[in-house]
């Protein structure tokens, strides 16, 4: 039993598919642990966005990262290097995976992120149930709220 998986495809020399052992398994300089150090709202541990794309190797071509959710059909497409050396993905929490409840078994997460609907790297951008990370050379798939209103549908939506 390997658990959910996380896809990480497209416009890559290595796509591959990892479970949370896989995850685990990646080395300490590609680890966050205690993200709270960062943010302490967030808890847990992550691997850096820079230590699955040496894991990849995407193709010069790879401009754009597309976060999909299908739990809850939720897309954000944003800028790669914006956030090349910043974002992370968080996937352990006491050991054990991130629970939905939090986002996870997978949640991306940009430190330092713009207010929502502000700017491509917004906090919408910090998509929750990540089951698959797309690059491609245009942006991809994103329903990411455009106003005030469709926001709070959102969120009101969210804690059903
Ligand atoms: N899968 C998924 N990820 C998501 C959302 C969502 O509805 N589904 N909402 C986004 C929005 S609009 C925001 S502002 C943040 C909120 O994160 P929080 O619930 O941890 O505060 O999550 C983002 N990630
Ligand atoms: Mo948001």
Same mark, same amino acid.
């Given at each position: 039993m390997t658990g959910p998986l996380l896809t990480i495809d497209g416009e890559v020399e290595s796509p591959v598919s990892l479970a949370f052992a896989d995850l685990a398994g990646f080395p300490a300089e590609q680890q966050i642990c205690d993200v709270s150090r960062i943010d302490p709202k967030r808890q847990g541990d992550a691997i850096t966005l820079a230590g699955l794309l040496a894991r990849v190797? /995407?193709? /010069? $071509? @790879?401009k754009y990262l597309t976060l999909h959710a299908s739990a809850d059909d939720f897309h954000a497409s944003i800028p790669l290097d914006a956030v090349r050396e910043r974002a992370f993905l968080i996937y352990r929490v006491n050991g054990e995976p991130l629970s939905p409840k939090s986002g996870g078994p997978f949640r991306f997460y940009i430190p330092d992120f713009a207010a *929502?609907?502000? $700017? +491509?790297?917004? +906090? *919408? @951008?910090? &998509?929750?149930? &990540?089951d698959r990370m797309e690059f491609s050379a245009a942006p991809g798939e994103d329903n990411r709220p455009h106003d005030a209103q469709e926001h709070a549908e959102l969120h009101e939506r969210e804690t059903k």
């Open positions: 190797n /995407p193709k /010069p $071509s @790879a *929502c609907q502000t $700017s +491509e790297i917004d +906090e *919408c @951008a910090n &998509v929750k149930f &990540v």
